[in-house]
């Protein structure tokens, strides 16, 4: 009797009597993908620092809002007539009516925007802001002119130069930051 022998293979045998293909990716192809993000990623970087500086400047805009604020509360708390004194809450006398020509006011603000008060607080060392405040008396808001007799002037404009950083430079023409604001105080 002749043996009959069989050569059945498992399906591990056929597995590994097969080539072994493995997909991957070729070095071409790695450095071309990598060409292609790095060419996308340099307008992301470049609006990545404008909106940064746009951020930084939002900031500012709203710092500068509220010592703007701060500074105007403090003018409109005082008498119309004391305007013209360089500290007008703080003014020893008050004059009957407001005169022609009007000091300068200025005011300190602290690096978290908080009115710095007292005689030193330009050598304040939190001292970040300083707001100078002109004023120009609105010479068609005359007393005779509006049928009102209290005073010369029935209206203040008043611009507001701020400037930063205080310890920079002492002229503050030539400091880093500024900015304008405009307002006016009526009599009533």
């Known amino acids: 009797m002749s043996k009959i022998v069989s050569h059945a293979k498992t399906a591990s045998d056929v597995s590994r009597m097969r080539p ?11 450095v ?8 996308a990623l340099f ?3 470049g609006l990545l620092s404008v909106a940064l500086d746009a951020t930084g400047s939002a900031g ?3 710092a500068l809002a509220a010592m703007c604020a701060q500074a105007l509360a403090d003018l409109r708390a005082a008498p119309f007539d004391a305007l013209g004194d360089p500290a007008p809450r703080q003014a020893a006398t008050i004059p009957a009516t407001l005169p022609t020509t009007l000091a300068d006011s ?5 690096t978290e925007g908080t009115l710095i008060s007292g005689t030193n607080a330009a050598g304040d060392p939190h001292a970040l802001y300083e707001c100078v405040v002109k004023k120009f008396p609105e010479s068609d808001t005359q007393g005779e002119k509006s049928g009102s007799t209290a005073g010369p002037y029935n209206r203040v404009k008043l611009e ?17 930051g500024k900015q304008w604001y405009y307002a006016s105080i009526a009599r009533y």
């Open 20 to 30: 072994r293909h493995h997909r991957a990716f070729s070095l071409v192809e790695v």
């Open 160 to 176: 507001l130069f701020f400037s930063w950083p205080v310890s920079s430079n002492p002229d503050p023409a030539k400091r880093a």
């Open 43 to 45: 307008p992301m970087i």
């Open 32 to 39: 071309l993908a990598l060409g292609i993000v790095t060419i």
């Open 60 to 62: 500012d805009d709203t």
């Open 106 to 110: 200025t005011y300190y603000f602290s």
